[in-house]
């Protein structure tokens, strides 16, 4: 039986211990998807999430600013989604 263990080294060394999405509770992606968009952020708080999620997050709130879901340190949207 083949279980994913969420503590591999490799990764660990590379991108650090505990950098969990704490919306999808799920590790953090590193890397691009075609569209040039990465699939981690990480706001000016340093804390990281899913961008996906992040997004779903930011317009689930239209009304208000968006803030950091886990600190509420607000962020400008237009910096944290469109790509550098
Ligand atoms: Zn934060």
Not at 55 to 81: E, G
């Amino acid at each position: 039986m083949y279980k994913i263990k969420m503590t591999t080294p490799w990764w660990t060394k590379k991108y650090g211990k505990g950098k969990i999405c704490a919306i999808t509770n799920m590790r953090l992606r590193p890397g691009k998807n075609k569209y040039n968009q990465p699939y981690s952020i990480f706001l000016g708080c340093k804390h990281g999430f899913y961008r996906s999620a992040l997004m779903s997050w930011v317009l689930t709130k239209p009304d208000i600013s968006p803030t950091c879901p886990l600190c509420r340190q607000a962020f400008d949207p237009l910096v944290v989604f469109v790509p550098v």
